[in-house]
Nanobody
Framework: QVQLVESGGGLVQPGGSLRLSCAAF????????MAWFRQAPGKDREFVGG????????YYAGAVKGRFTISRDNTNNTVYLQMDSLKPEDTAVYFC?????????????????WGQGTQVTVSS
């Protein structure tokens, strides 16, 4: 079992930046990959970015590539999402997720563990 706790959401103006954190607790040594998803009102949950625990590769959705950066601190079992050049369409609840197995990291169904979500609002 893994527990995920997100933090760092808030209100920011267009063009601004935010950094989200996701701390993992419990059976963290078995985590294969972690990811960020987001869900806006009335829309499906969508992949934002993902990172494999023991690899250097990062994976991003096209809508955020070049603006968002995912990183990890394995010592502290924490994954970060640095969000720059934020746009109003980035407004959503952002969720952290973790999986023990390899697979399609872009699918929400790949992940067994989810955080409670943190609200990000981009507005002037």
């Amino acid at each position: 079992q893994v527990q995920l706790v997100e933090s760092g959401g808030g209100l920011v103006q267009p063009g601004g930046s935010l950094r989200l954190s996701c701390a993992a607790f419990g059976r963290t040594f078995s985590i294969y990959a972690m990811a960020w998803f987001r869900q806006a009102p009335g829309k499906d949950r969508e992949f934002v970015g993902g990172i494999v625990r023991t690899e250097s590769a990062r994976y991003y959705a096209g809508a955020v590539k070049g603006r968002f950066t995912i990183s990890r601190d394995n010592t502290n079992n924490t994954v970060y999402l640095q969000m720059d050049s934020l746009k109003p369409e980035d407004t959503a609840v952002y969720f952290c997720a973790a999986t023990y197995i390899s697979g399609n990291l872009y699918r929400p169904g790949q992940y067994d563990y989810w955080g409670q979500g943190t609200q990000v609002t981009v507005s002037s």
